[in-house]
Every structure is written in C-alpha cells, then in structure tokens.
C-alpha cells in the first residue's frame, strides 16, 4: 500500500456538483491522469511526476484540521484518483476521525470509473468518458453518475451509462430501483450547446437533475 501519493492541492471549499452540492467539503487532489478529456480544467494534474508526493499522515492531518473547520466530508478527486491505491488514505483519515472526532468522516471520490476501487469510499461520483468506459464494478457501484455534456452523444452516452448501472444495480440489490444511482447531467463549461442539451434533456426526463458547477460560477475554488 502507498506510504505517500503525488498531491497537487488540497482545499476546504463548497462542493459545486452532483447530489452534495452546497455542502463544506475537504478536497484533496491527486496528479495523475491517463484519461485525458480534451475538455478538462486541470490539465496540470496530468502528469503526477510534476508534484511531489506527500505522506499519508500529512494529508490526513491536513484533513483532521479542515473536519475541526467544518468540513462535513472528504472529497478524493484529480487527476483520476483511483490511478492510486487509495487504502491508506482512507484508513489513516478513518483513524485519525474516529480518535478524534469519535466518528468516521465520509470519504468520497470522483472518478472516471477506469480502474478498480480502492479505500472503500462513502460516496463514489462516476463521471464516465465515451472514450474511455467505466468498469462494471464502478457501475454496480457508484452512488451518482454525472455526465459532461457538449453534444448530443453525449446525452446518448449518459443514457447508456445511467440504463447498464441501473441494471446492474437492480440486479445486486434484487431489483430494488430506490437504490438506484443519481443521475446528473453537466453542461461543459462554456458550452452553450452543451447547456442548451442538458436543460433540454432534464426538462423532458424527470430522471435527471442538473449539475452546474456552481463553485465557477460563485467564483470560488
């Protein structure tokens, strides 16, 4: 397991996107990406040699810290996290929160659904990418699934995506649909087409929500 993992940033801000939006959260950024989305805004992620790595127990101090300040949960995003065995993270945070807190904070990811899961995560974001599909393991068990959005495959895409989790999970949770993933679309940034698609498609299918990126649009990071 990592004793350390490549950090580009960590931050206490707002959740901008999907179900928990508008909520105090801890993020910590990982480098690393092979995804490679043409549309990304943190392309400086990418390349996880450009960062150094920071010990498990910093980043989780760093954690403790953003808990004391208000932090209602952990956001593991990047880069695509799950590029990195997540399980000491995890376990180190789930330490140091039930010391001190006497409660495990929940911990979250937001991935491209790539690579295998690891750290046991709370609440898993699934942001599949046509060019590079999620596994099944990520779609039987991803929590909320949200889908940039800049043409109309996309919105064809995130119709797959949404059906193949769905049954999936139907089928693991013996066809219980209240257990179903969330479903959200999310307009590219600065995509007017991809705005105009996404309303379009929330307005005549009450299955999807809409996911803004509010954090842009308040101007904060």
Known sequence: MNTALPVVETFHSIQGEGKHAGRSAFFIRLAGCKVGCPWCDTKISWDESLFPKKSIKEIASQAKEAIVNGAAFIVITGGEPLHHNLDSLFQEIRKISKYTFNKEIPLHIETSGVNKITGNPNWIT????????????????????????????????????????????????????????????????????????????????????????????????
């Open 126 to 221: 699934l942001s599949p990418k046509r060019h590079s599909i999620p596994t099944k393991e990520i779609l039987e068990r991803c929590d909320e699934i949200k889908v940039v959005i800049h043409q109309q495959e996309d919105i064809l895409f995130a119709e797959e995506m949404a059906q193949k989790a769905i049954d999936l999970q139907a089928g693991i949770n013996n066809k219980s649909l209240s257990l179903q993933p969330m479903l959200f679309l999310q307009p590219g940034w600065d995509s007017k087409q991809g705005m105009e698609l996404a309303i379009a498609h929330v307005k005549s299918n009450s299955h999807w929500k809409l996911s803004i990126q509010a954090h842009k649009w308040l101007g904060i990071q």
